[in-house]
């Protein structure tokens, strides 16, 4: 098939975008084992979507290409342009515009075979008109009642079209700030896009944008939640690379803003328990049938997040929940450091020692989730203790490690 | 769907050709800058062969269409959908009072549905009235290009009162804030809004200076890939202008631009990452991480132990002195 610059299926420029953007270290080689023709082509169309953001590479590996985005001063996604990239047919646009010049007032109320005579009008004009028959119009008429955009009422037996009201637009202020924080923030930008000016205002700090190419996913989720339903996931396993399927009730997407992943919470009947499944891990999204106990599973991961630190439900250590605690000292002119200790505390509790010290603990179902945060606080921690052992001995041992790689010895320097 | 071509870039180019062929018959070269302004870098190969040869029978050759009406297109489900959802959001009162009414829309998502489980707790107080109205002058102000007279209240306490030119509004979702980017004031650039007491309208003569940008800085730091640590650490930095080299099969040194103003917590986040990451440049940033180092052993820090804590001399912890809080 001819390369085209659109695309059928998002899921395997989805794994492209990722890889240049996320890692960018591969080459071409290592690409091409599967097709080199496939990745020339997602290479040219992420040239063509996202030009101003490639970079090029030589090493003694081949040329690397890969994307470099500092999203402070992007202001606008730019990953959503790739969602703006889906292949049509000519009938279809053709179709779509002549449909919706025939039905310009929410007040044209036609039938299908009106309609289908309507459009021959516009294209008699043209050297060699196309025809569209009913069956294709109805067809698309179809997609549109599905859609919103069009609306069909029966009178008797026959099938009346027209569109739908209007709906007035929001500030392109709201539109610019949502579709950047909001989740499925592409329908923002989608939204944007009918309107004549852009406004640029805002500008976005610690803004994780990866999370746009799984949106289509995340709607997906959002809906069946929305519904009470059951969904078959089918779940891509990197690490073994291999594909799973598993049916789960979708409770909550836990979302981080210090890392930019996305996590689906979800009760699984076949084990029976809670689990966790990265969004960009999660292929495609089956809506199935309700679930009757929708409203019990989440009233249970409601009960178990004051012991969830991030997205982890159970420990390695297989105890119920681990205790971790640590101890940090500051100076008088450092009240800072109490603040922050407070605002990033989450589910755990802080007790005052004494005018200069205080105590952070928690009681959380995977203690290995707060290492990296507490890692932060290196250089005022006096004490520290994990009722798991093997974390114990890791975060010492990672401490002592740190030392060395950057050349401490005892007594402070080398 | 989100993945539709009701939205796509081509049916937006389409629809504002049609808009120009309907009012006069357009030319090639009209046709051309559309496309070039509304599609994508190769999108001129594709659309005007398409509308030109007629496999789009939708322009004539003369350049006018059979169209009579501007092309539009009622808003889908999942955009009402998604705007009603986002009019549940409280942050939606910093912008209006008057959000368009979606009373018969189901909202695509409710705070029940997602939960952002990393955000600082110290955000902004987008529901106060004091804190809404200063949004919207700055919001004005950035619409209609007017210097702002503002007082503050600075981290110390103290009261400051100046004159600026608004240049954008900064977001972070971490802190849950929002920053007013400035020009023409020697006291601040970044202004956090949380701490603006007053803001108007300076009526007053008012001169921009030139700010110059500021020079990124690039840090070198090397990873080694063990639990993970490439993707982690890839992710986490993923936010910053970077390039990743593969140096061996377990080793990768990874290269970012970053702001001077950011080095405190740049600092703090690569500590995070524990003894999977070093920093190898600039020597400034490593003699911080070191100086960290240094104090944390100076902490004695101990594990699992109950007894006393144990004394830590003026002098380690006074040496940090530098803010680990955002910016003024």
Known sequence: MAYSELVKNFNKIRDYMREFYVYGFRSREEFTKKSARSYDDERRRMESWLGDYMRFRQTADGKNVFLSIDSRVSRHNPFYKAWKTKSFTDGDITLHFILFDILHDTEISMTLSEITECMDDYLCDFAKPKMFDESTVRKKLKEYVEEGILLSEKQGKTVFYRRAQQTPLCDADVLDFFSEVAPCGVVGSYLLDKQDCRSDRFSFKHHYITGAMDSEILCSLFQAMQEKRFVTLEIAHRAHAHITESRVAPLRVMMSVQNGRQYLMAYTRRYRRMISTRLDNILSVKTGEVCADFDAHRQRLDEMMPHMWGVSTQSLSGEHLEQVSFTIRYADDERHIPKRLEREKRCGTIEQIDANTCRFTAEVYDAAELIPWMRTFLCRITEYSFSNPALQKRFTEDIQAMYRLYGIEEGGCT | ?328
């Open chain 2, 1 to 328: 769907m989100i993945f539709s071509e009701l939205y796509s870039a081509y049916y937006n180019t389409v629809a504002r050709i049609l808009t120009a062929a309907i009012e006069q018959p357009l030319e090639k070269k009209e046709l051309r800058t559309i496309i070039e302004e509304t599609a994508f870098g190769e999108s001129i190969l594709n659309i005007e062969p398409a509308l030109c040869g007629e496999r789009w029978q939708l322009l004539h050759k003369d350049g006018t269409t059979s169209l009579r009406h501007t092309p539009t297109m009622p808003l889908t489900t999942l955009q009402k959908r998604w705007l009603k959802a986002i009019s549940l959001d409280a942050r939606i009162r910093l912008f209006t009072d008057d959000f368009p009414a979606l009373d018969d829309v189901e909202p695509l998502f409710t705070a029940d549905d997602f939960c952002v489980f990393d955000r600082y707790t110290d955000g902004d107080a987008f529901e106060d009235a004091a804190y809404i109205n200063n949004f919207r002058t700055i919001l004005d102000a950035l619409r209609n290009r007017y210097p702002l007279s503002i007082t503050m209240i600075t981290p110390n306490g103290n009261e400051k009162h100046f004159h600026v030119m608004p240049k954008s509004l900064e977001y972070s979702e971490k802190d849950d804030k929002f920053r007013l980017i400035t020009s023409g004031c020697r006291f601040s650039t970044i202004i956090n809004l949380g701490r603006i007491v007053s803001c108007e309208r300076f009526e007053g003569s008012f001169s921009v200076q030139p700010s110059e940008n500021a020079r990124p800085h690039t840090l070198e730091v090397e990873l080694t890939d063990e639990r993970n640590a490439l993707e982690r650490v890839l992710l986490h930095f993923a936010h910053f202008e970077k390039e990743v080299e593969r140096l061996d099969e377990k080793h990768y040194m990874l290269r970012m631009q970053y702001d001077k103003n950011d080095e405190t917590e740049l600092v703090i986040r690569i500590l995070s990452f524990g003894p999977l990451v070093r920093v190898t440049s600039p020597q400034s940033f490593v003699e911080l991480i070191r100086q960290r180092l240094i104090r944390q052993m100076q902490c004695g820090e101990r594990g699992d132990r109950e007894d006393s804590i144990p004394q830590l001399s003026a002098q380690n912890t006074a040496a940090d002195n530098k803010s680990e809080e955002s910016k003024p």
